[in-house]
C-alpha cells in the first residue's frame, strides 16, 4: 500500500511526457574482470532531447549504445528505454524492441549488392512492412536526405556522404522513437559532416530523440547541445548547451 | 508466418543457393546418389516380396492318405493342419478331382478314352496346404509326416525359404548404406548452408539491429535446405521412373525360364508408395540439415 502514491506518481509523470525514454541507473560494464569499459553510470535522457555523447578513445561510447541495443548486458545497473526495462525483455521480444530504435554508424553498413532504394526499403522488408508501406515511406525518406535522383545507384557509386544519408534514411524508414549515432561522421570530410548533422537535428525537430556519438569537437561547440562527457568509463559531465570543453580536454590527458 | 515473409524466404533461399552453387550441387549430389540407391533398394524389396508373395499362395505341399484311410480320419487330419498358426488354409482335392486334372494336364485324349469310368487314382485323394509364410515350410513338412495317416508329403518349391533370407539380406545391407549416405547428405547439406550464413553475415547483422525476428533470419536458410532435399529426391526419382519398366523387361526376356516366377510390380503400384517416401527423405534431410547449422550458427542475439 505504501507504494501506491509512488506509482501513481510515476504514472502521471509519464503521461506529462516528462519520463525519460532513456535512463541508466548505475549502470557498470567489464567485459574482462577488472576492466571496465563502464563505471556506475547514471543518466536521463528525456523524449526528443539531442543529446551528444563524447570523450576519448575506449571510454565507453560504443560500449554504452551497444548497451542500449541490447547488443550486450550490463555486469551491474538497470537500464529503461521505451518504457521498457531491458533486463527484463525476453529474446524473443528483442527484435520487435529494436524496431523502436535506429542505428546509424561510422562505416555506414549498407548492402553492397542492393540500390539505394532496396537498402532503405531492405529496413521495412525486415520488419515485414506491407507493401504500400514501403512504396510510400521509402521514397519519402529517400527525399528527405536528398538522395531521390540515387535510389536506383549502388552504394559503391556514391560519396561518403551520401552512403552516410542512406543509412539514415534505413534508420529512419521505420519510424523510430530515438536514433542513435555511433561517430555518424567520422568518416566525412567537414562539408559532408554538417550535412549529416543539419540532418540529424531535423530528424530531431521532427520529434525523435537523438542521441549522437562524435569526435567532432567544432560540431560539438557550434550545435550548442546537451553534451554528456565519458571519461574511461566513468560520466564526468554532463551539461545543457555544452561544448568541447578545455577541462573536459584536460582531463582526458 | 506471412505470404510475403514466406515468399522473401523463398527467394532469398533460392539466392543462397546460386550464390554458393558448387556446394548446392554437391548437396543435391550427394541425396540424389542416396536416394537412387534407396530407390533401387526399394525396387529390389517390393518386388522379391511381391514374388515371394505370389509364390506362397501358389507353392504349396500336397499331402497323401495312407491307403483306404477311413473319412473322418481324413477330415480329423485336416483339423489338425489346418490349427497350424503357418497355414494359410487347406483345400481338399478328392479323387474325381485329381483325376480330372491330371487327365487335363498329362494325358492325350485319344488315350484318355481308354480309361473309360474308371478312376486309377481312386486313392489318390489329397489335401493341398497353403502357407501364410514360406520360410516355415519345412517344419510344417516335418510335423505331417509325424502324424498317422499319412503316406507322403509332396513340398514343390524349396527355394522360396532361400528367397526369403535373401530378402532380409538384401534390406539389411541397403539399411546400412542407406544411414552411411543419409549421414553425409545431411553433413554436406549443413556445410553448404553454413557457408552461405557467412557470406551473409554482415547482412545478418544488420538484420537484427533493424529488429529481424529469428524466423525471418532464420527462414530463407532453411528453404534453401528443404529445396536441396526436394530437388536431390525429385531427381532420381524421374530418372528411376523413365528406366523401371526397361529393366524389369530386360530381365525378364533374360531369365525367360524363370518368367513364372519372376512377375514384377506395376510402375505405379511401386511409385505412389515410393515417390512421397523419397520426398519426405529428401525434405527431411534438408530439413534437419539446415535447422541444426542455423541453430548453431545464428543462436547469438
Ligand atoms: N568486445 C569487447 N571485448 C573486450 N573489450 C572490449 C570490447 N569492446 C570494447 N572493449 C573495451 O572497452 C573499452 C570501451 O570501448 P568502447 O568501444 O566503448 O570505446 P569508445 O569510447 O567507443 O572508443 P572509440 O572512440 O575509439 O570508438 C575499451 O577499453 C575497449 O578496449
Ligand atoms: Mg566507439
New interface residues.
Given amino acids: 500500500m505504501r507504494d501506491r502514491p509512488e506509482t501513481e506518481r510515476k504514472k502521471q509523470r509519464n503521461l506529462k511526457g516528462e519520463m525519460p525514454v532513456i535512463a541508466l541507473e548505475h549502470v557498470s560494464k567489464s567485459y574482462q574482470a577488472g576492466i571496465s569499459a563502464l563505471r556506475d553510470v547514471s543518466l536521463r535522457i528525456r523524449k526528443g532531447e539531442f543529446v551528444f555523447i563524447i570523450g576519448n578513445s575506449g571510454s565507453g561510447k560504443s560500449t554504452l549504445l551497444k548497451l542500449l541495443?541490447?547488443?550486450i548486458e550490463p555486469t551491474e545497473g538497470k537500464i529503461f528505454v521505451n518504457g521498457k526495462i531491458l533486463s527484463r525483455l525476453h529474446?524473443?521480444q528483442?527484435?520487435?524492441?529494436?524496431?523502436g530504435?535506429g542505428?546509424v554508424f561510422q562505416d555506414f553498413?549498407l548492402?553492397k549488392d542492393r540500390t539505394v532504394f532496396e537498402n532503405v526499403a531492405?529496413?521495412q522488408?525486415?520488419?515485414?512492412a506491407?507493401?504500400a508501406s514501403i512504396r510510400r515511406q521509402v521514397p519519402a525518406m529517400l527525399a528527405m536526405v536528398g538522395l531521390t535522383d540515387k535510389q536506383k545507384s549502388f552504394p559503391r557509386e556514391l560519396s561518403g556522404g551520401e552512403q552516410q544519408r542512406v543509412a539514415l534514411a534505413?534508420a529512419l524508414v521505420?519510424n523510430p522513437v530515438i536514433l542513435l549515432a555511433d561517430e555518424p561522421t567520422g568518416n566525412l570530410d567537414p562539408r559532408n559532416s554538417w550535412e549529416i548533422m543539419e540532418l540529424l537535428e531535423e530528424v530531431n525537430r521532427r520529434g525523435t530523440t537523438v542521441v549522437v556519438v562524435t569526435h567532432n569537437q567544432e560540431i560539438v561547440d557550434m550545435m550548442q547541445k546537451r553534451v554528456i562527457t565519458l571519461n574511461k568509463g566513468i560520466l564526468i559531465s554532463d551539461e545543457q548547451k555544452g561544448g568541447y570543453s578545455y577541462e573536459n580536454q584536460n582531463l582526458s590527458l | 508466418m506471412k505470404i510475403k515473409t514466406f515468399l522473401y524466404s523463398f527467394k532469398e533461399g533460392l539466392k543462397s543457393i546460386y550464390r554458393n552453387r558448387l556446394f548446392s550441387l554437391a548437396s543435391v549430389g550427394t541425396i540424389t546418389a542416396c536416394l537412387f540407391l534407396f530407390g533401387i533398394f526399394y525396387f529390389i524389396l517390393s518386388n522379391f516380396q511381391y514374388i515371394i508373395k505370389t509364390a506362397e499362395t501358389s507353392v504349396g505341399i500336397t499331402v497323401f492318405f495312407e491307403e483306404g484311410l477311413a473319412e473322418e480320419k481324413k477330415q480329423e487330419l485336416g483339423t489338425l493342419i489346418s490349427a497350424r498358426p503357418e497355414v494359410d488354409r487347406i483345400h481338399y482335392l478328392s479323387p474325381e478331382e485329381t483325376w480330372q486334372s491330371y487327365k487335363e494336364k498329362h494325358l492325350k485324349p485319344e488315350l484318355v478314352e481308354t480309361f473309360g469310368e474308371d478312376n486309377p487314382l481312386e486313392n489318390s485323394d489329397s489335401y493341398e496346404v497353403y502357407l501364410n509364410d514360406v520360410s516355415r515350410q519345412r517344419t510344417l513338412v516335418n510335423y505331417i509326416k509325424t502324424l498317422e495317416g499319412i503316406r507322403l508329403v509332396n513340398s514343390s518349391d524349396i527355394t522360396a525359404s532361400g528367397l526369403a533370407s535373401f530378402n532380409s539380406l538384401v534390406g539389411y545391407i541397403s539399411a546400412a548404406i542407406l544411414v552411411i549416405l543419409l549421414a553425409v547428405s545431411v553433413f554436406l547439406i549443413s556445410t553448404t548452408v553454413a557457408m552461405g550464413i557467412s557470406v551473409r553475415k554482415e547482412e545478418i547483422a544488420i538484420m537484427r539491429l533493424i529488429g529481424a525476428t529469428d524466423y525471418f533470419i532464420r527462414g530463407p536458410f532453411i528453404v534453401e535446405g528443404i529445396l536441396i532435399g526436394a530437388v536431390g529426391a525429385l531427381l532420381p526419382m524421374g530418372v528411376l521412373y523413365l528406366i523401371y519398366g526397361r529393366v524389369t523387361e530386360a530381365i525378364t526376356s533374360r531369365f525367360n525360364t524363370l518368367a513364372n516366377v519372376l512377375t514384377f510390380l506395376d510402375i505405379h503400384t511401386v511409385f505412389a508408395r515410393l515417390l512421397p517416401l523419397s520426398i519426405g527423405i529428401g525434405i527431411g534431410i534438408g530439413l534437419v540439415g539446415s535447422y541444426l547449422t542455423v541453430r548453431k550458427h545464428l543462436h547469438v542475439v
Wanted: glycine share 0%; no cysteine; charged share 45%.
Fill in positions: 541495443l541490447k547488443e529474446r524473443r528483442v527484435a520487435k524492441y529494436r524496431r530504435l542505428m553498413r548492402l531492405f529496413a522488408r525486415v520488419i515485414e506491407p507493401a534505413r521505420n
